[in-house]
């Protein structure tokens, strides 16, 4: 059974650091592009940043670019989100999707990604 869990969310104070984990099992993520996804409440799903099947390229969402930091270890089969310097409005539930590729490139685009997983909670908050 193809599967992908997130953990590492939780509540943390503003200006905090934490960090996503996505573990893929089932499969390997050799040939996946991933991307990590957040839903805040009352709010559209959007991308907050990719990385290809080798880890060569990346993108990220302006609102967290110089804060995130999206990384794989493919042994492990795990991609990583660090998130610092957290702010109130990143708190949702973020997603991580993998999606299968022929070229090493990742596009934030939800309609790409073929397997998703159940979400983490992130909430900041003083």
């Known amino acids: 059974q193809l599967q992908l869990v997130e953990s590492g969310g939780g509540l943390v104070q503003p200006g905090g650091s934490l960090r996503l984990s996505c573990a893929a099992s089932g499969f390997t993520l050799d040939y996946y592009a991933i991307g990590w996804f957040r839903r805040a409440p009352g709010k559209e799903r959007e991308g907050v940043s990719c990385?290809?099947?080798?880890?060569?390229?990346?993108n990220y969402a302006d609102s967290v670019k110089g804060r995130f930091t999206i990384s794989r270890d493919n042994a492990k089969n795990t991609v990583y989100l660090q998130m610092n310097s957290l702010k109130p409005e990143d708190t949702a539930v973020y997603y991580c999707?993998?999606?299968?590729?022929?070229?090493?490139?990742?596009?934030?685009?939800?309609?790409?990604?073929?397997?998703w997983g159940q979400g983490t909670q992130v909430t900041v908050s003083s």
């Open positions: 999707a993998a999606a299968y590729v022929h070229r090493d490139i990742c596009i934030m685009a939800a309609g790409l990604y073929g397997y």
């Open positions: 990385i290809s099947n080798s880890g060569g390229s990346t």
